[in-house]
């Protein structure tokens, strides 16, 4: 069969929408990789065909973005990527002097510096260079203060003038219309720098220890009604600007990737790039919209492959009340997994103990968007595939932190130094941030570790996400993946040659065959002092859609011990009873229909540990296990307030488990596969190592 | 006679006098400044200090509290000699106060006559040196610029490959080795008891590693590796099995190793020595190391240099 490489998305011949992706079934050698090589660097010395799994962060703002230098964060996109090298970094205190040292347990192998696109020249003006004219104006003043209310103040200020308001055009600050002053040229000069971060800190050698992506986040926030993603380019050709709200509006995601296809896709000979979106929890319903033209809907399928599953601002899978007794859409108990209470950006607005926005009020079940939940957007992608002959929704998984304390990977549990600068630093996190969490990791399947490699994995959406730990997870899915694949030493070779990886697409049903998935999990190695956590689960979550149009999901038990009795020893945290090492299994879905689309994808838990919060607490001397919580909290507190704290400090390390919808001391960290994708009229793709060219059906 | 003319008192005194003149002049250099750090403002820095960090400062941080006082007020004092108070952010600065005190002239033009006269009200009010705005921005300027006025030297191409050699481990691609593993899954006993049995057997039928792998348990991590290094293998199986691989030699089977999985016999195919990377390669890393080594080197003179500057320092006691 002869393969057909298409260069260009689908959309480009006039709507057609259905792409094929012929291939010849055969593995490629070292010397001709299955993917594109970009960039002029030297190939990796550990290139591996059958790809290894590369852990990172895409989402990491620096002081370059307004909200970390509110917050007394002084580190530049440089230290970032330091720390993600493993060096210590300098971090402010919860009164902002800069005291504390942050280093990773281990070092990550790819990061993307995301800072916010808009007030980036701005921020230059006010922060940047000490000579502008601007630097005494009243709001640079404010960003640049140590003291706490100003601080808020500026933060609010920045927040109301661009990224939060609903005008279709959105206002400049006033220190842009200065006498001398150009913010162009000054975000230039920023947008150079985020540039030179990452090619300075790219290891083209043969080495491969570390890739960089050139990256910005795109900050729109409707009545803080989260629409952000971060756009990350494949190599060194990027945009002249990265665009913003400010060149599209408010509420028009769709110019943004008219915007990208024709200075980047198109107009640009090499440049390639995606958008991946993050905190549809936090989106009002908004963030997954029907696609009101064909073309939006390609759009987003072709620059949108991948959702950032998990992230400092909880978690999007799905929802599940413990309180109410039910979920959003779904009954699967386990939803209950590090969410907010509320569905907006006002989750960040508890400010000495008490949640100060009204827009941050707990929202109920009822009232919260139904897409505001990954799963249930994947169910709907597959009606909407039903119905316009284009999925829009077809998602990978990446987790990553949303740092805005310049570190990335700093998703381990038990080295949690906040995310938010000064605004979350020591007692600051449990008292002002209990609902939030350390995020996740964005894992990539990849031949090597540079930017091509990473990027097509990227783009076929062989990714997935965790809550922090690093499991090592396969997913295959095919129609002809023997029973006992699990005992076979090659399993992956021939899993790869006989089935599509996470993120594929399975090809129409033979007849009478029913798809198997070979699943394989080894537990997280761990690192010296800190053991990796036993593997207690796997589950495979199915959503399907049926004759009448109606979806519908499952979640089914594939492997390991749901019943067994781990936990956690109340005074130390250790682990008590013992799981998996490592899993395998190989399972049938016997309820498949071919005439039905479906998805599947896998969830991987852990044995339970204690949550960032319960480790916080207790080494403030206040234990959610001990009856006498409450009154250790209010001494731990006193103690607090006679230093010039404010309000109450520890009582929520004290919070019952019975009373809250989605708390608990305990977690049971997490990953997440990409899904793989089943439809009756589907030729599969993704598939195996061969070339793909990412725009997959 | 001429003799005598130069031993005369008074040409002795003539020329004792002109040598203390000219010794009082090198002593000035321009001038001799007092500062004076008054009781009261350390007091304020150290109840700050004390605010902030719950405790008050030990002698070694209240020494550091002085100097950096000290540091401040004399890079104040050459902010102005430089003339840095003309900057415009001052400008603005100063016609904001302006306004805010209501000093005579009214808004009125920006920059204009009118302006001028304003600002020049403030100056003789003493606000320009009594604002902390300005003043901070004075301090900081100034630091500033002296950082960016550095003479700092580009190192010459042998200064590079000097330090390239004095630094060769930094620069130097870590030992890699390829191999393939049999493996045993599950810690304990049982498996060790099993992996023994098993290693003799393939020590004994000498069988190569692709036929061996399949003797053992599937490692769902793979068995066949690319060169890695001993960091990187700790990544896959744990530090300390990754140790262990890391020490073996080539074309051999190991003693079992344990790692958090299993047990692992491992075949060495090709160990890559630890290998310094070209000069070619590293070259602007060994740049950017140079280089940030001789600005801290001439910030420190410059930063002796200005305390060494004939100040009179004088901190009150009480």
Redesign the interface.
Same mark, same amino acid.
């Given at each position: 069969m002869s393969r057909a490489r298409l260069k260009r998305p689908f959309f480009y011949w006039q709507g057609a929408v259905l792409l094929a992706c012929l291939s010849s079934g055969v593995v490629i050698a070292e010397g001709n990789p299955p993917f594109e090589r970009t960039e002029a660097r030297a190939p990796c010395d550990d290139y591996e065909s059958l790809r290894q799994p590369f852990f990172g962060d895409l989402h990491v703002h620096t002081k370059y973005s307004f909200d970390s230098y509110v917050s007394s964060q002084r580190n530049d996109p440089w230290d970032a990527y330091r720390f993600a090298k493993g060096e210590a970094i300098t971090l402010p205190d919860e009164y902002g002097e800069q005291q504390i040292v942050a280093k990773l347990q281990r070092p990550l192998d790819f990061t993307g510096v995301t800072d916010h696109a808009e007030f980036l020249g701005e921020m230059n003006v006010c922060t940047g260079d000490r000579w502008s004219g601007g630097w005494f104006m009243p709001l640079c003043m404010m960003t640049r203060s140590n003291i706490y209310y100003v601080q808020l103040l500026a933060a609010a200020w920045w927040k109301n003038l661009g990224v939060a308001d609903t005008s279709a055009q959105k206002k400049r600050s006033i220190v842009c219309s200065l006498p001398g002053e150009d913010c162009g040229q000054r975000l230039s000069e920023f947008w150079s720098n985020i540039q030179q971060a990452a090619k300075d800190h790219y290891d083209r050698s043969a080495a491969c220890n570390f890739t960089t992506f050139v990256a910005y986040e795109y900050t729109d926030a409707p009545n803080y009604k989260n629409l952000h993603r971060n756009v990350i380019f494949r190599n060194e050709r990027v945009t002249d600007i990265p665009i913003s709200t400010y060149d599209t509006g408010t509420q028009n995601v769709p110019e943004l990737w008219r915007r990208l296809m024709s200075e980047c896709i198109e107009g640009d000979e090499g440049c390639d790039v995606l958008a991946i979106p993050h905190n549809p929890n936090l989106s009002g319903g908004l963030m997954f919209p029907d696609p009101s033209t064909l073309e939006e809907a390609a759009h987003r399928r072709f620059f949108e492959p991948l959702v950032e599953l998990t992230q400092h601002k909880a978690t999007s899978e799905c929802r599940y009340d413990r309180l109410a007794g039910k979920g959003l859409y779904t009954e699967d108990e386990l939803c209950d997994f590090e969410q907010n209470k509320t569905d907006n950006l006002s989750s960040l607005g508890v400010i000495f103990g008490e949640m100060q926005a009204a827009e941050g009020a707990p929202v109920p079940l009822e009232e919260y968007g139904r897409r505001n939940m990954v799963r249930n957007v994947l169910k709907d992608g597959l009606a909407l595939e039903a119905k316009t002959g284009l999925n829009p929704f077809k998602l990978g998984f990446i987790g990553s932190t949303d740092t805005h304390s310049a570190v990335p990977g700093g998703a381990e549990e038990d080295n949690y130094v906040g995310h938010l600068g000064k605004r979350d630093a020591g007692y600051r996190n449990v008292q002002d941030h209990f609902e939030d969490n350390p995020g996740g990791l964005a894992v990539v399947w990849a031949e090597e570790n540079s930017r091509d490699s990473l990027f097509e994995a990227m783009r076929r959406r062989e990714t997935y996400a965790t809550s922090g730990t690093r499991p090592v997870i396969r997913v295959f899915g095919g129609w002809e993946l023997d029973q006992g694949l699990c005992e076979a030493t090659d399993l992956v070779q021939q899993a790869y040659a006989q089935g599509v990886p996470m993120g594929g697409d399975l090809s129409a049903a033979p007849e009478g065959k029913r798809p198997h998935f070979l699943v394989s999990v080894l537990k997280d190695p761990g690192s010296p002092g800190h053991p990796g956590t036993d593997i207690d689960l796997i589950q495979m979550v199915k959503g399907w859609l049926d004759a009448d149009g109606n979806t519908h999901e499952e979640v089914i038990d594939i492997a390991g011990n749901p019943h067994d009795a781990a936990s956690v020893d109340p005074e130390t945290c250790a682990p008590v009873g013992r799981g998996y090492s490592d899993l395998c299994t190989v399972w049938e879905d016997e309820d498949f229909d071919p005439d039905q689309r479906a998805f599947y994808y896998v969830r991987v838990l852990e044995n339970p540990t204690c949550r960032w919060s319960t480790l916080q607490c207790q080494a403030a001397g206040v234990n959610p296990f001990d009856e006498q919580c409450e009154a250790q909290a209010t001494a731990a507190t006193e103690a607090l307030r006679a230093g010039g704290a404010k309000g109450d400090v520890y009582g929520r390390c004290c919070l019952a488990a019975e009373d809250e919808p989605f708390y608990t001391p305990t977690i049971q960290e997490r990953a997440w596969t990409s899904p793989i994708w089943y439809g009756p009229d589907t030729r599969g793709s993704g598939a195996s190592l061969r070339k793909d060219d990412g725009a997959s059906s | 006679m001429r003799k005598r003319a130069l031993n005369a008192p008074v040409l002795h005194f003539l020329m004792l006098g002109f040598a203390l003149y000219l010794a009082s002049g090198w002593v000035q250099g321009g001038s001799v400044e007092e500062i004076r750090l008054d009781e009261a403002k350390i007091e304020a820095l150290v109840d700050d200090w004390h605010? &902030?960090?719950?405790r008050p400062p030990t002698a070694t941080e209240h020494r550091a509290l002085v100097r950096a006082a000290l540091d401040e007020e004399i890079l104040y004092r050459e902010a102005l000699r430089y003339g840095l108070d003309r900057?415009?952010?001052?400008q603005?600065?100063l016609e904001?106060l302006a306004s805010f005190l209501q000093v005579e002239g009214g808004p009125g033009d920006?920059?204009g006559a009118d302006a001028r006269a304003r600002i020049a009200q403030i100056r003789t009010l003493g606000l320009d040196r009594t604002d902390p705005?300005i003043r901070g921005?004075l301090v900081?300027?100034m630091r500033?610029l002296l950082r960016r006025r550095l003479d700092v030297a580009t190192p010459s191409e042998a200064e590079l490959q000097q330090y390239y050699r004095q630094h060769l481990t930094r620069y130097t691609?870590p030992r890699?080795l390829r191999f393939s593993h049999v493996?045993v899954?599950?810690?304990g006993a049982e498996s060790q008891a099993r992996m023994a049995i098993l290693a003799a057997r393939i020590r004994q039928s000498a069988l190569p590693p692709e036929r061996a792998?399949?003797l053992?348990?599937?490692?769902?991590?793979?068995?066949q590796? &690319?060169?890695?290094t001993e960091a990187?293998l700790?990544?896959?199986?744990?530090?300390e099995a990754a140790g262990r691989v890391s020490a073996l030699s080539t074309a051999e089977w190991s003693e079992p190793i344990a790692?958090?999985?299993?047990e692992h016999l491992v075949w060495v195919e090709e160990t890559?020595d630890e290998r310094p990377?070209r000069f070619e390669?590293?070259r602007s890393d060994v740049l950017?190391a140079v280089m940030a080594e001789h600005e801290e080197e001439a910030w420190g003179r410059l930063v002796e240099e200005i305390r060494d500057r004939p100040y009179v320092i004088a901190v009150m006691d009480e």
């Open positions: - | 605010v &902030s960090r719950g900057a415009p952010a001052v603005q600065r904001k920006v920059g705005a921005y900081e300027s500033a691609q890699r493996f899954g599950g810690s792998i399949a053992g348990d599937a490692f769902y991590g793979g068995h590796f &690319s060169p890695r990187q700790a990544m896959i199986f744990g530090a790692s958090v999985y299993g890559i990377r390669e590293v950017r």
